[in-house]
């Protein structure tokens, strides 16, 4: 059973900086999708970024250029570089996976709807 725990919220005022970090345990897939995905008050899911075994990156517009999805394979460590913050960004930030074969590796991309994910962290930005 795959598990994954989210740290690295927190409170941060507009233009400021978080790294989020993710554990991800109980999977031996060698072919997956990682990501992360959003959700705001009285918002729906939004993607964020994901990022597949092969490191091919994929970004949401709302996070292109301002965030940097990045894994450590020896750590089983899924990150979340996120610069530039914006009031918008607040919300509750889920960590999540999907073992994919490799032939379909392609549709991990930063709207993927994973089915695996962690109880989230909360980041919130002020104006």
């Known amino acids: 059973q795959v598990q994954l725990v989210e740290s690295g919220g927190g409170s941060v005022q507009a233009g400021g900086s978080l790294k989020l970090s993710c554990v991800v345990s109980?999977?031996?897939?060698?072919?997956?999708?990682m990501g992360w995905f959003r959700q705001g008050p009285g918002k729906a899911r939004e993607g964020v970024a994901s990022?597949?075994?092969?490191?091919?990156?994929s970004y949401a517009p709302a996070a292109k250029d301002r965030f940097i999805i990045s894994q450590d394979n020896a750590k089983n460590t899924l990150y979340l570089q996120m610069d530039s913050l914006k009031p918008e960004d607040t919300a509750m930030y889920y960590c999540?996976?999907?073992?994919?074969?490799?032939?379909?590796?392609?549709?991990?991309?930063?709207?993927?709807?994973?089915?695996?994910y962690g109880p989230g962290t909360q980041v919130t930005v002020s104006s």
């Open positions: 999540a996976f999907e073992q994919l074969p490799p032939q379909i590796l392609s549709h991990c991309t930063a709207a993927y709807r994973f089915s695996h």
């Open positions: 109980g999977y031996a897939a060698r072919s997956y999708c």
């Open positions: 990022i597949d075994s092969d490191g091919r990156a």
